[in-house]
């Protein structure tokens, strides 16, 4: 089982909603991520989590605010958000070191904000 | 910082072989990645390498030297389906950094 899940799919809110994105994998792995991506550009680093601690924020605004309940879970909350944050926003999931370093990323949950 | 260089497109013939060409400067270096990405979708790893030298899966291949900071990734038999976009991501102190990725495009 290679399978990370993300829900929801899709999700449209206001700015002055509250929502959570949530991923889930059963593969034993031990870190976890959080990217961002745009229409025709590359996967952007939000988040790491390492043994279920916050290893690496690449500066992200406080509106993202990343939780990691236990080794299987990964949530994104999401707080007054910009229409600018409208993209995809994958989960990935990996072991910690050699060819465990391969990233398995979710379907991704496409957000956007009106 | 993390330095990543792809080519933006390339177009290819069904039956033909590609090659994709990824360089880098990295301020370190801990194995390069390639995964694949349909519009829409996720991307799905395709090959990783560490040591230099070839890495053959099927009809994906991929080669890496350190020295030179360079990798590319070579794709045969191409089918239609092999239209997608091709990432090139470098692992160092516990992130993958993506390049802007290949857009190929596999024509009959």
């Given at each position: 089982d290679t399978e990370v899940t993300q829900t929801p799919k899709h999700l449209v809110m206001g700015m002055t909603n509250k929502k959570s994105l949530k991923c889930e994998q059963h593969m034993g792995h031990r870190a976890?991520?959080?990217?961002?991506?745009?229409?025709?550009?590359?996967?952007?680093?939000?988040?790491?989590?390492?043994?279920?601690?916050?290893s690496i924020n690449e500066s992200v605004p406080s509106r993202f605010s990343p939780e990691c309940p236990n080794s299987s879970l990964l949530n994104l909350h999401l707080h007054a958000l910009q229409p600018e944050d409208s993209a995809l926003y994958l989960c990935a999931s990996s072991q910690e070191s050699g060819q465990g370093l391969i990233q398995y990323f979710g379907a991704g949950t496409r957000l956007s904000v009106l | 910082g993390q330095n990543i260089d792809q080519p933006t497109e390339m177009t290819a013939t069904e039956g033909a072989i590609v090659q994709i060409n990824c360089t880098y400067q990295t301020s370190g270096f801990n194995g390069l990645f390639w995964y694949q990405q349909h519009a829409g979708e996720a991307p799905t790893f395709l090959s990783y390498n560490v040591l230099d030298g070839l890495e053959e899966k099927g009809r994906f291949s991929s080669f890496l030297s350190r020295s030179k900071g360079y990798s590319y990734l070579l794709l045969k038999e191409l089918q239609m389906k092999d239209s997608a976009s091709y990432l090139c991501a470098v692992r160092d102190a516990g992130k993958s950094t993506f390049g802007d990725g290949t857009t190929l495009t596999v024509k009959p």
């Open positions: 976890m991520y959080w990217y961002k991506q745009k229409a025709k550009k590359p996967p952007e680093l939000m988040f790491v989590y390492s043994y279920e601690k916050l | -």
